[in-house]
């Protein structure tokens, strides 16, 4: 994607990625939370890597996060967000 500057553009979809981001959302008691994450830096040259190719969008992190991405394609709005709650419900890390 180019905007509206020319400067070139890529949309970094990360899944879970291991930064202070659940600590500072207070959400340390979350499935998502708890469950493995990402390393920053593969997701940082994933999306670097996508951006050099020229794509606009990569679907960054562990397999887990491609798929979820691809579903996300074909499910509904309500199942989607039904998974999502599953996964960010606080008390759900326990």
Same mark, same amino acid.
């Given at each position: ?11 970094? !979809?990360?899944?879970? !990625?291991?930064?202070?981001?659940f600590?500072?959302a207070?959400?340390?008691? !979350? ?64």
């Amino acid at each position: 994607m180019t905007t509206q500057f020319s400067k070139p553009l890529a949309v970094v !979809t990360p899944g879970a !990625t291991d930064t202070n981001f659940f600590e500072r959302a207070h959400m340390e008691d !979350t499935k998502v939370s708890a469950g493995p994450k990402d390393d920053p830096a593969v997701v940082a040259k994933e999306g670097f890597d996508a951006l050099i190719a020229g794509k606009d969008q990569v679907l960054a992190g562990a397999m887990k996060n491609k798929m979820q991405g691809s579903l996300g394609k074909v499910l509904s709005d309500p199942v989607r967000a039904a998974m999502q709650a599953k996964e960010t419900r606080p008390g759900s890390g326990h």
